[in-house]
């Protein structure tokens, strides 16, 4: 991790990128407006002001070894969750066809 600054940046960046894909989806299948999709776009949301929170929040201020492990927790839980969020919209996905 490079600076909190980036890590906020690659945030909003993977969440607006699995929000962007909803979006895509919901054009090409207009016939299926699904509430799964919105679900995904909430969801989506909400992870990323829960991490934007967890960022500008953190724990231990007085140690940096506690701060670096803290900001490395957030950015592994930043990519499992965009994972799991691009998972459901893949799962939707295959389920159309």
């Known amino acids: 991790m490079a600076s909190v600054r980036g890590l906020k940046k690659d945030i909003d960046y ?4 699995v929000i962007s894909d909803c979006f ?23 992870f990323r002001n829960d991490l934007i929170s ?9 140690n ?7 900001y490395k927790s957030v950015e592994k839980d930043l990519l499992t969750g965009v994972d799991k969020l691009f ?5 939707l ?3 159309k066809k």
Request: proline share 4%.
């Open 93 to 95: 996905t295959s389920a």
């Open 64 to 70: 940096p070894k506690i701060i670096k492990a803290y």
């Open 14 to 17: 993977l969440v607006f990128e």
């Open 24 to 46: 895509v989806y919901s054009r090409i299948h207009s016939d299926n407006q699904s509430d799964e999709l919105s679900a995904i776009i909430s969801d989506a949301v909400n």
């Open 54 to 62: 967890r960022v500008n929040n953190p724990d231990g201020k007085d």
């Open 87 to 91: 998972s459901r919209l893949s799962a």
